[in-house]
C-alpha cells in the first residue's frame, strides 16, 4: 500500500508534488491545534474547559476529514 503511493507520487510532478506536502504539513497543523487547543492549560483566551474541548474536537475532525480527501484522491 505505502510502496503504491509513493510509486503515484513520482508519477506526479513537481507542483502536484509540492501542493501534497503543504496539504499533508496543513493537516498536521490543524491536529496539532486542535491538541493544543483541549490540553493546554494555560490557554491566552477565556474559555470554559467544554468549549475549549468542543473546538479541538471540531479541529480535529476538520483534519482527519481533510486527511482522507487527500488520501483518495491520490489513491486514483
Not at 509540492?18 to 497543523?29: C, G, R, S
Not at 490557554?43 to 480535529?60: E, S, T
Amino acid at each position: 500500500m505505502l510502496n503504491n503511493l509513493f510509486n503515484n507520487l513520482k508519477k506526479k510532478s513537481l507542483i502536484e508534488r509540492f501542493l501534497l506536502i503543504i496539504t499533508i504539513l496543513v493537516f498536521l497543523a490543524y491536529f496539532f491545534l486542535g491538541l493544543m487547543v483541549i490540553f493546554w492549560k494555560k490557554f491566552p483566551f477565556n474559555m470554559q474547559m467544554q468549549y475549549r474541548v468542543a473546538l479541538g474536537v471540531v479541529l480535529i475532525v476538520y483534519s482527519i476529514i481533510r486527511f482522507f480527501r487527500v488520501y483518495n484522491a491520490n489513491k486514483e
